[in-house]
């Protein structure tokens, strides 16, 4: 990262997109407390990452956050729904049944629950991971191209229901994606090039997203 300086709103989905390489992956761990910059600050609400010890960020990760990974981390030995109420079940928290049940069934987990990561499609452990990252209704969500390996379908219903946690619990939300489709559901797409910020758009549509990707690559 090169001189980063970005705020992502409480109950704002932001997508951030840019050539590979460009250093999506490592802002959004940065972000998440995955990984520490040499210098600078990351601050989520009033908690100051930076400051935290190593108990205090598991604890902010595991109570505050929902991570989608590039490479999905999920848990080999443990069936799809073991996965994805993991995160409570460590926090010894329960899940909210109805929204884990509206969760499961948008995202077509229903019949695979009981089915470990290699019996799954690389689509179905996407949404498996998903799901994880929803059930808690962590405050905030980093998705790192959370439909990458989807087909349309699959990618709008995942879409649709991080907008939902945004709309209707007010979550906040920041995906990587490289579809201006995706970075449509939106409201807000930060552009990166070389590690820096580069360019910013309110209110995308695709084509919108897809006109500024244009000129960024020309410029
Ligand atoms: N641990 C590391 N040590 C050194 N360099 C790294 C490390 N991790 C990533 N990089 C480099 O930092 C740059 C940014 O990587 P990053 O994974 O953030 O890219 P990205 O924008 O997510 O790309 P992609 O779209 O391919 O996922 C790349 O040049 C990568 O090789
Ligand atoms: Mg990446």
Redesign the pocket.
Request: charged share 15%; proline share 0%.
């Given at each position: 990262m090169d001189q980063v300086s970005a705020d992502f709103a409480r109950g704002e989905f932001t997508a951030i997109m840019?050539p590979?390489?460009?250093?999506?992956?490592?802002?959004m761990h940065c972000l998440a407390g995955l990984d520490s910059a040499t210098s600078g600050a990351v601050r989520i609400g009033d908690t100051e990452l930076t400051n935290l010890s190593d108990k205090q960020m598991t604890r902010l990760r595991r109570d505050r956050i929902g991570f989608v990974f590039?490479a999905f981390n999920l848990v080999p030995t443990l069936t799809a729904l073991e996965n994805i109420t993991l995160p409570l079940d460590i926090a010894g928290r329960k899940a909210d049944q109805e929204w884990l049940d509206t969760v499961l069934g948008r995202l077509g987990l229903t019949d695979r629950l009981g089915h470990r990561p290699s019996e799954l499609s690389g689509g179905q452990q996407q949404r498996v991971a998903c799901a994880r990252a929803l059930a808690g209704k962590p405050e905030i969500i980093f998705g790192d191209?959370p439909t990458g390996n989807l087909d349309s379908r699959a990618s709008e219903e995942v879409l649709s229901i991080l907008r939902a946690a945004v709309n209707e619990f007010g979550q906040t939300v920041v995906i990587?994606t490289?579809e201006p489709h995706a970075a449509s559901f939106a409201d807000r797409v930060v552009f990166?090039a070389d590690g820096r910020i580069v360019s910013e758009l309110r209110d995308p549509t695709a084509e919108s997203v897809l006109d500024r990707m244009k000129s960024l690559e020309q410029a």
């Open positions: 840019g590979s390489g460009s250093g999506k992956s490592t802002l590039q191209e990587v490289h990166l």
